[in-house]
């Protein structure tokens, strides 16, 4: 870093005896400006939103495929792989955690009940154990401090009552967390209103947990799950003992009553598989023309994933292609590093071209990075961010943190001089949402990296099934791919950073 700032001093220096002159222009820039077009970026966005993806999970045979399809394209401009080893593709560590459906289950005197098909994990299923007790029976609404349901401690709890498609009602949080904070061995609870809905809630249930594999303390304790169980099972463990289930369903509406099920004891036991996987990070690299300014970066970014496959729909559609979210930001990305690579003179300070995945988890990919990233982070002196910029207005974006840095004026002044874009970059139009802290970015402006995040706003396919590569503004796009390309090529050869406004570098990198 030492280096750096004699270089940037030394720059200032001869600065000073030179006329005020604007940024020189690139040479081709023109020239590499044109090679992003409407028809190009309509092409690359029907590979990454297509239903072969699967919708890009995190992580997903999709989100790999997708990785390997960057990578090569990135390769192919002649970048330089940006990860440590040298490679395009950057891996970070999960965990996938699912109960084994086939090793766990319900024992009642004379019968087995396995999940999946009889029982289904809510919550606690990071740990693996068993337990053996009685059962008491929960029945009708209101609820239950947990000095009064001390007396269920080393017994397995059944609550029959009303669940949503999480498997517990809402107004049920509360009992639950009370019985198993008194010592309640399990807590399972049983649907009222019966089993439709069980054959969804079970694919949803048995579906591997992923969570980031660092910065968390992995779950201790003891061995309490919270489950769900089907109203044809709990006839099956309470009609051999005179117990009509239907009474329990009926009395869901009337006061809370607990009843110990003499003679009866369950043995719940739950495996629990908790894996090491690896999710892709795609990093390319430009390097900057100037030896006295290489050592600087400046990086684009996107995110590469989606939310995957789900339920089907009324069409039996069950893909979350994710076109505007976040294909058409990747797409822009990419189209910036195939111009950046058409210059015949790099810029000034270098390029890195990121592409994440797991932000949809909780912007894992771009943590991750932001902690490991191609070079130091004090060397990276700005962030252009592109999430959903393919949809609404077709002559408008929202520039989302413009007000924090000088990037927001660099922003106005070469727009102006570009009106061949036709781009409007407005104010945060929804500052309530938060959305400056909701995207890939905001890893970086917390490491202290000025950002400008490019965003087009949600609409009605937002997470949905109708996010389609059809439904792209994909001249929009393309137009806004080319506005970050001379935000870049600007900042790539300026004299000096970008500077942060020193109160927003106060709140949001020193936090105070």
């Known amino acids: ?46 590979v990454i939103a297509h239903d072969s993806m699967g919708g890009r999970n995190t992580p997903s045979a999709g989100l790999e495929m997708t990785a390997v399809w960057i990578a090569e394209e990135l390769e192919t401009l002649g970048l330089r792989g940006g990860a440590r080893d040298g490679s395009f593709i950057q891996r970070y560590p999960l965990r996938s955690i699912v109960v084994d459906s086939e090793a766990s289950g319900l ?64 107004s049920m949080r509360q009992r639950l967390s009370a019985l198993i904070t008194a010592g309640a061995l399990s807590v399972m609870v049983t649907n009222s209103s019966g089993d439709e809905s069980w054959t969804a809630s079970a694919r949803r249930a048995l579906r591997p947990t992923v969570r980031k594999a660092w910065g968390e303390r992995r779950a201790e304790g003891s061995f309490a799950p919270i489950l769900q169980l089907r109203m044809s099972a709990l006839r ?53 023309s100037d030896p006295a300014l290489a050592e600087e970066y400046v990086v684009f970014s996107a995110h590469m994933d989606h939310v995957g496959i789900g339920e089907p729909d009324v069409n039996g559609d069950t893909i979350f292609n994710g076109a505007d979210d976040d294909a058409s930001g990747t797409i822009a990305i990419v189209s910036v590093a195939e111009a950046m690579a058409a210059l015949p003179v790099a810029p ?41 910029v393919g949809r609404n207005w077709s002559d408008t974006i ?40 909701r995207s890939d970015h905001y890893n970086f402006a917390r490491k202290g990296v000025p950002i400008l995040f490019f965003f087009n706003g949600t609409h009605d396919d937002y997470h949905g099934r109708d996010d389609e590569p059809n439904r792209i503004d994909h001249d929009k796009a393309a137009r806004i ?31 105070r």
């Open 481 to 511: 791919a080319k506005l970050i390309f001379y935000l870049g090529v600007d900042i790539g050869n300026a004299l000096n950073p970008p500077e942060w406004n020193p109160e927003s570098y106060r709140q949001i990198v020193l936090g």
């Open 107 to 170: 024992n009642a005197p004379g019968t087995r009940l396995v999940f999946g098909r009889d029982l289904i994990p809510v919550s606690g299923t990071t740990v693996t154990g068993n337990a053996q007790g009685g059962l008491i029976l929960i029945s009708g609404s209101g609820t239950l401090e947990t000095s009064e349901a001390r007396p269920f401690a080393g017994n397995h709890v059944i609550v029959v009552a009303p669940a949503d498609s999480d498997g517990v009602d809402r």
């Open 348 to 388: 000034k300070r270098s390029m890195v071209f990121l592409l994440v995945s797991g932000e949809e988890k909780g912007l894992w990919g771009s943590e991750w990075y932001a902690e490991n990233p191609s070079a130091p982070i004090e060397q990276y002196v700005a962030n252009f961010n592109a999430d959903m």
């Open 398 to 437: 929202v520039a989302i943190g413009k007000e924090h840095s000088d990037l927001g004026e660099t922003l106005r002044r070469v727009n102006s001089e570009h009106p061949e874009i036709g781009m409007t970059a407005i104010d945060d139009l929804w500052p309530d949402e938060r959305f400056y802290f």
């Open 236 to 288: 099956e463990i309470l009609e051999p003992h005179g117990i009509n289930a239907s009474s329990l369903q009926e009395r869901s509406g009337s006061d809370i009553e607990a009843r110990l099920v003499e003679g009866l004891e369950l043995t719940l036991n739950q495996v629990v598989r908790d894996e090491g996987i690896l999710a892709p990070n795609v990093v390319g690299i430009l390097n900057g």
């Open 1 to 46: 870093m030492e280096s750096i700032m004699k270089k940037r001093s030394a720059a200032i220096l001869i600065a000073l005896t030179l006329p005020v002159v604007a940024t020189a222009q690139q040479p081709g820039l023109e020239q590499a400006a044109a090679t992003i077009t409407e028809a190009g970026y309509a092409q690359r966005i029907n």
